[in-house]
């Protein structure tokens, strides 16, 4: 059990962290920018350090000041909560080297599951079904045109860094593939500084349903369920509902498909990371 832990975020998450921690005995010490400093987060903690102006880049996304408030705080684990550095694996890394412990997963599983082309390698390499694609990124248009085409049209073209629908292009006929192919390039460059794309075959009117997944350090994962995510914008989820109607009892006792995720989540064998 640790004695005292360093909340690396704001507002919702950074509340609910601090909430489960004071139920539990932990003190906790808070970050904020100079623009939170009255926030609810930073007086629920108890402590609370400024890390920077109103700038994210400068504050909440400043990992050595974020460091050095842990160590002068003589904090012993570090919750960087969802979002900002949430999922930065270099964050992850240094924490661990700095001799804290990174509440979240290991930032080698960061770090692919950050790569969708590597991911996909991993769950094929577990497993788990996935839709026909090319094999890794792909960086040269002739070399992806031949690929979609053995895949067979429509198909994807999708930002290997990608997020949040940026860095993505359908591709319904071949004659629009090159334009759109660079264009999605471009886009993956400018919004994640990586211009890698992979080619996924297009599914029409499909059901988008995700499965949480939680496991710890000791091999134990709990699959807590799935959601139901079809209604989107853009790429992007507007609403979420659980159980999925769309998931019959049996299909939702094969989601959680638990021992492909044992080898995912506690799998010595990691696939390289280009």
């Known amino acids: 059990m640790f004695s005292k832990i360093l909340v690396a975020n704001r507002g919702e998450i950074a509340v609910r962290v601090i909430r489960t921690c004071k139920r539990m005995g932990i003190a906790t ?9 009255n926030a609810l987060h930073v007086q629920m903690a108890d402590e609370a350090y400024c890390i920077g102006p109103a700038r994210p880049d400068l504050s909440y996304l400043n990992i050595p000041n974020i460091l050095s408030v842990a160590h002068a705080s003589n904090c012993e684990a570090i919750h960087p ?3 900002f550095l949430s999922e930065n694996p270099s964050f ?3 924490v661990e080297k700095c001799g804290f412990v990174f509440i979240g997963p290991e930032y080698r599983a960061i770090e692919r599951m950050g ?3 590597v991911a996909r390698d991993l769950m094929i390499r577990s497993g788990v079904p996935v839709m026909p694609g090319s094999q890794g990124s792909v960086e040269d248009e002739h070399e992806a045109l031949e690929i979609a085409r053995q895949i067979g049209f429509p198909v994807l073209v999708k930002a290997t860094s990608g997020g949040g629908g940026k860095g993505m292009r ?4 071949e004659e629009d593939f090159n334009n ?3 264009m999605a390039q471009g886009e993956a460059e400018a919004s994640f500084a990586d211009k890698r794309v992979y080619i996924e075959k297009y599914m029409r009117n499909p059901r988008h349903i995700e499965v949480q997944i939680i496991g710890d350090r000791h091999g134990k ?3 807590l369920g799935e959601r139901e995510c079809s209604i989107q914008r853009r790429h992007q989820k507007l609403i979420e509902e659980s159980p999925s109607p769309a998931v019959s009892p049996d299909l939702r006792r094969e989601l959680p498909a638990r021992q492909r995720w044992q080898v995912f989540l506690h799998g010595n064998e990691y696939p390289p990371a280009g």
């Open 29 to 37: 010490v808070a970050v904020y920018s100079e623009a939170d400093q």
């Open 115 to 117: 790569q969708k082309s």
């Open 180 to 182: 759109l192919f660079r």
């Open 92 to 94: 992850a890394e240094i």
């Open 221 to 223: 994962v709990v699959a």
């Open 170 to 173: 359908l591709v319904e006929r």
């Open 81 to 83: 909560g969802y979002g």
